[in-house]
């Protein structure tokens, strides 16, 4: 569709009164943001509260063996005390988190305010110095969507200890990986996680990683459902340690460049890595985004409807509205229990004003009726956002329409664990909208669209290619955690000189951006976001299974499948059995968001003589374009395509 029959939607004069930022600001203030990096991010940079302030802005290189990226490095805060102590002379009896449970029959909301918060969170940070946990050891957090989370991050903060969140639905495998990967001293968990009227057993599963860990390792358990659970020595009980916890601990002076968190992630090759934020500059780009990108007002009730254990959880349910003095909502449900109206009901009920989901709920609601979205009270709501993949212009129409009733500008935001907040994004009182695009760089970030054979910067609108950023911004991951040379290698070593996204990028007439995917070997499923190796990997450790490969397929409510390609040991026989028991296996090994939703058996893989695997062919199957699989002469034996496209998976 070209610029002039798309159709777009200019904010209304309701919206951009009440906006912090018109078109003319933004214009502004982003030229501002290229020309002058240092004095604008030293101006914006004052939204935190600093304990020694910054002499120094940025100090960054994406030169090739020189990957160095610091933001306000001489000054020193505290992001806990950013996040609660800093509002409590004004705002501490505010609420700062609402609480919704899994299960609204059983329980109440909670509305933690500030002040509580404050108290929780010091108890916690004590019960970790108890603990004998120091500023720079790392915590790994495996809870439930429960406030408890939200205070061990905090508190992790606090004392300057580093917290690495491992999301409920991962395995004990996976658990076990990152607790390894980041020597961690200690695993908060749950005796349960309660989720959509199920119950995920993580203090058994802690125990299964744990038998992977140092003996060292310490286990620290919030009781949830109050469920059985065995005891081991190195479990502490988290309800009796802070009943005797004082609700005081001095927040530490961290410097801008300590580390906040590791967070692994996957990518194109090999196992997930740690990326790392530090402090400061991560903050200050968390709060600026959230403020500006939502038009977050004082005292409205912003809905991030993410888990914790990713990304957009820790910007945008804990660090980026907190550190606002906001009232942030953490949902430990799913969007269709006890109905498909859940959403709809929490908005209505804590009279929601910003909320932000991803694409693959949308579809997943817009699929279950609007009769669903019709019974509850919306009016409250002011503005939506979307993030995770490309949202189809049939769910962006659907949510402006039918969930937005023609009034709630969408902001569809592209960002990525790396990136720390927003990175493409409407602003909801500057931006004329468009159905599916991520439209403008946020205030300094400057992207590129670069020729992927080449890697020169492509000029000009209407052109395509893959996105990249020329220089960095303050909420830039710093390094990968004890692999500074992967950190390169990933993200500066295909295009000199720039930081590569992994996605690929369209750029319309009108400058507008639209990402068209990933362009290397991850795939997003439901928003979350897999690297086919990792299944692949899992898939390969079954005794049965010989090779296999893994790629995405388009999916009606996923975004993307996971299709696999599986070659048995000569001795096995295929069957519907077998095929279960590798999906139950990839569920045990890495999670059930890894299942497979295709095995195909396939006697052999196409491959060049030199042993690669010819992506683009499986990939083409699994899509059911085999018409255009370009040439296949190279390959070592072209007979086992056709086997492949005769025996293909069935999509629907
Ligand atoms: C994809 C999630 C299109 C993209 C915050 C990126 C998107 C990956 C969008 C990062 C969007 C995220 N439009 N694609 N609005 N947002 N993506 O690290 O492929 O879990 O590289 O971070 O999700 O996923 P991650």
Known sequence: MNAQTQPSFPPSEDTVSRAHIDARGYADMYAASISDPDGFWAEHGKRVDWIKPFSKVKNTSFEPGNIDIQWFEDGTLNVSANCIDRHLE?????????????????????????????????????????LGIRKGDRVVIYLPMIPEAAYAMLACARIGAIHSIVFAGFSPDALGARVNGCDAKLVITADYAPRGGRETPLKSNTDAALLHCKDSVKCLVVKRTGGQTTWTDRDYDYGEMMLEASDYCAPAEMSAEDPLFILYTSGSTGQPKGVVHTSGGYLVYAA??????????????????????????????????????????????????????????????????????????????????????????????????????????????????????????????????????????????????????????????????????????????GIEGVLCMRDSWPGQMRTVWGDHERFEKTYFSDYKGYYFSGDGCRRDEDGDYWITGRVDDVINVSGHRMGTA?????????????????VGYPHDVKGQGIYAYVTLMGSEAPSDELRKELEVWVRTEIGPIAKPDLIQWAPGLPKTRSGKIMRRILRKIAEDDFGSLGDTSTLADPSVVDDLIDNRMNRR
């Open 90 to 130: 004004t705002r501490g009896d505010q609420t700062a988190i609402i609480w919704e449970p899994d299960d609204p029959s059983t329980q109440d909301a909670k509305h933690i305010t500030y002040r509580e918060l404050h108290s929780s969170v010091c108890k916690m940070a004590n019960v970790l110095e108890e």
């Open 288 to 461: 600026m985004t959230h403020e500006y990108v939502f038009d977050y007002h004082d005292g409205d009730v912003f809905w991030c409807t993410a888990d914790v254990g990713w990304v957009t959880g820790h910007s945008y349910i804990v660090y980026g509205p907190l550190a606002n003095g906001a009232t942030t909502i953490m949902f430990e449900g799913v969007p269709t229990y006890p109905d498909a109206g859940r959403f709809w009901e929490v908005c209505a009920k804590h009279k929601v004003n910003q909320f932000y989901t991803a694409p693959t709920a949308i579809r997943a609601l817009m699929g279950a009726g609007n009769d669903w979205v019709e019974k509850h009270d919306l009016s409250n709501l002011r503005l939506l956002g979307s993030v995770g993949e490309p949202i189809n212009p049939e769910a962006w129409t659907w949510y402006n329409d039918v969930v937005g009733k023609g009034n709630c500008p969408i902001v569809d935001t592209f960002w990525q664990t790396e990136t720390g907040g927003h990175m493409l994004t409407p602003l909801p009182g500057a931006t004329t909208l468009k159905p599916g695009a991520a439209q403008q760089p946020f205030f300094g970030v400057q992207p590129v669209v670069l020729d992927p054979q080449s890697g020169v910067e492509i000029d000009g609108n």
């Open 534 to 550: 990792e299944v692949e990997s899992a898939l390969v450790a079954h005794a049965k299974v010989a090779e296999a490969a893994v």
